[in-house]
Antibody, heavy 123, light 108 residues
Framework: QERLQESGPGLVKPSQTLSLTCTVL??????????WTWIRQHPGKGLEWIGF???????AYNPSLKSRVSMTVDTSKNQFSLKLASVTAADTAVYYC???????????????WGQGTRVTITS | EIVLTQSPATLSLSPGESATLSCETS???????LAWYQQKPGLAPRLLIY???SRVAGIPDRFVGSGSGTHFTLTISRLEPEDYAVYYC?????????FGPGSRLDMK
């Protein structure tokens, strides 16, 4: 059964760049049509869609974060990544890598979630 | 972007009772592109319902989604101990997809 696994530093200094990677454990990414997604959850709060990347590297981002976000895909490693620049304390959150329930849909519902990785922005 | 409002913020019920959770959207949409998730402490959200009323495989039929326009509902019948969690609705009618603030279901 396919799984998603986030990795990356749990602590990032203000003004630096947050970098996370999601490893897809299962089917090769370049054989599927999923839009690989990042969602975050601020402490004790709701969920915020960050954006997605597809197997060809096409991306779409939340307008609220667009100026600071970059997502890439490496199908040879079955991984996709998130970079968030110029972070502040407001970027402290649990970051989830997520896969839609069905392939071929970009803005949709999400049936497969990683366990989440907590990132704290602190000096 | 479409803003979702969920009510009640917290609901306290006993096992065996029924829960009704509401999700209101700031814009009406007829597509039915609304989903419900369950989240337990320390875990990732779990998809329960999509397309407003379609249950994910393996989700008990005690979970029923309904609604259209701007008003959607998740009804959980015959509450079991494992149902106590936070529930989020999500609209994916337009980008960016957005989530509600959640409704917490506590055991009474």
């Amino acid at each position: 059964q396919e799984r998603l696994q986030e990795s990356g530093p749990g602590l990032v200094k203000p003004s630096q760049t947050l970098s996370l990677t999601c490893t897809v454990l299962g089917d090769p990414m370049d054989t599927t049509g999923y839009f690989w997604t990042w969602i975050r959850q601020h402490p004790g709060k709701g969920l915020e869609w960050i954006g997605f990347v597809d197997r060809t590297g096409n991306t779409a981002y939340n307008p609220s974060l667009k100026s600071r976000v970059s997502m890439t895909v490496d199908t040879s490693k079955n991984q996709f990544s998130l970079k968030l620049a110029s972070v502040t304390a407001a970027d402290t959150a649990v970051y989830y890598c997520v896969r839609p329930q069905f392939s071929g849909y970009d803005i949709t519902h999400y049936g497969l979630w990683g366990q989440g990785t907590r990132v704290t922005i602190t000096s | 972007e479409i803003v979702l409002t969920q009510s009640p913020a917290t609901l306290s019920l006993s096992p065996g009772e029924s829960a009704t959770l509401s999700c209101e959207t700031s814009q009406s949409f007829t597509s039915g592109h609304l989903a419900w998730y369950q989240q337990k402490p320390g875990l990732a959200p779990r998809l329960l319902i999509y397309s407003a009323s379609s249950r994910v495989a393996g989700i008990p039929d005690r979970f029923v989604g309904s609604g259209s326009g701007t008003h959607f509902t998740l009804t959980i019948s015959r509450l079991e101990p494992e149902d106590y969690a936070v529930y989020y609705c999500q609209q994916y009618n337009e980008s960016p997809t957005t989530f509600g603030p959640g409704s917490r279901l506590d055991m009474k």
